[in-house]
């Protein structure tokens, strides 16, 4: 008898351990199926292109396929929600403007999710900043002239955007720093807001690089600044908008990150961080990222969660200035 106590407590111990680690020996052996990656919006966008370039990678080192699944629809929570409800196993994620994923709280009145508790952070991916630009028919070389030109004809100047994305938000903050007003045309998501400028349909608007500087390079739309906090080693002619007297501390921009549903395991958020980390220092993928001005951004994911809840106060305060809400 004395000697089955230590038996009983060791197989005790062995299934305490075993019960307590579920999560690392699944992440020993994930990613063992496809990952679906979610996109909030169209083909064509940032979150798109950057998920094309990174998905192959990950193919590339693990096997099992990462699709590429473009879920559009309510400024992005159709591909948020869908994450946020699928199983905490890795196989589902979302690449996503984390800029606008830090404004939805703030401007939609309910959402069937929460950003906090129902998204785990992953990893951050990149930082393009907004270019502002305008159609050429639009007589301004300057963001002096542009604010000019505003204030001239307050309420003419139309700007085609995503309600309630970045873009839409740094237009809402461009407006309140210089005091003018302008009209929002609502469209589909970036692709469709830089069509719709590059027709001539809207007059400016502030986008992504990664989306933009096609249509710059080919003449469609005309380059005004840029919204970093410092010119652009690929734009070194470019003012930022911050070199604008009464401009100074403006920047915005497009930032990129991956998200997971709630409570996945931190054993599979570190793979993956960790992973993304090391294809974003890839040579091919930091040329491609560096010739359209976007920058690579890590951060670890408790960093990430800091950033995306600092950022989420920023914009609220804009959003409650500009009494902009979506039902």
């Known amino acids: 008898m004395r000697f089955i106590a230590p038996v009983v407590t060791l197989a005790a111990a062995v299934g305490t351990l075993c019960a307590a680690f579920p999560f690392a020996a699944a992440a020993q052996t994930w990613p063992a ?7 909030p919006f169209p083909p ?6 950057l998920a094309r370039m990174i998905g192959p990678k990950l193919t590339e ?31 589902t994620m979302v690449l996503t403007d984390l800029g606008n994923l830090a404004i939805t709280p703030s401007v939609y009145t309910k959402l069937p999710f929460d950003i906090i ?10 930082y393009s900043p907004h270019l502002l ?6 007589p301004v070389k300057t963001v002096k002239e542009l604010i000019a030109l505003a204030r001239a004809n307050p309420g003419k100047l139309n700007v085609p955007v995503g309600l309630g994305s970045a873009p839409h938000l740094a237009g809402l903050a461009l407006e309140q720093r210089i005091g003018a007003k302008w009209v929002y045309v609502p469209t589909k998501g970036g692709q469709a807001s830089v069509m719709t400028l590059a027709t001539g349909e809207g007059d400016l608007m502030f986008m992504g690089m990664l989306q933009i500087m096609p249509h710059v390079n080919a003449g469609r739309l ?13 734009l070194p002619n470019t003012p930022t908008v911050g070199e604008t007297p009464g ?16 409570k996945l395991s931190p ?17 091919d993928i930091k040329e491609k990222l560096a010739s359209q001005g976007t920058t690579p951004l890590y951060m670890s994911p408790p960093e990430m969660g800091k950033w995306i809840a600092s950022e989420k106060d920023r914009w609220a305060s804009v959003i409650k200035i500009s009494g902009f809400k979506i039902e």
């Open 33 to 39: 199926k496809p990952i679906r990656m979610l996109i």
């Open 44 to 49: 064509g966008g940032t979150s798109d292109i």
């Open 61 to 91: 080192a693990w096997g099992p396929q990462v699709l590429v699944d473009n879920r559009v629809g309510a400024g992005g929570n159709i591909a948020m929600e869908l994450t946020a409800r699928a199983p905490a196993d890795g196989y």
């Open 117 to 126: 508790r129902d998204l785990t952070p992953v990893s951050m991916v990149s």
């Open 133 to 138: 630009t305008v159609h050429p028919s639009v």
């Open 222 to 234: 005309k380059l005004i600044a840029v919204s970093s906090e410092k010119r652009e080693a690929t």
């Open 247 to 262: 401009l100074q501390g403006f920047v915005t921009g497009s930032y990129q990150g991956v998200m997971g549903p709630g």
């Open 267 to 283: 054993e599979i958020v570190n793979k993956m961080n960790a992973e993304v980390r090391r294809i974003l220092a890839l040579p």
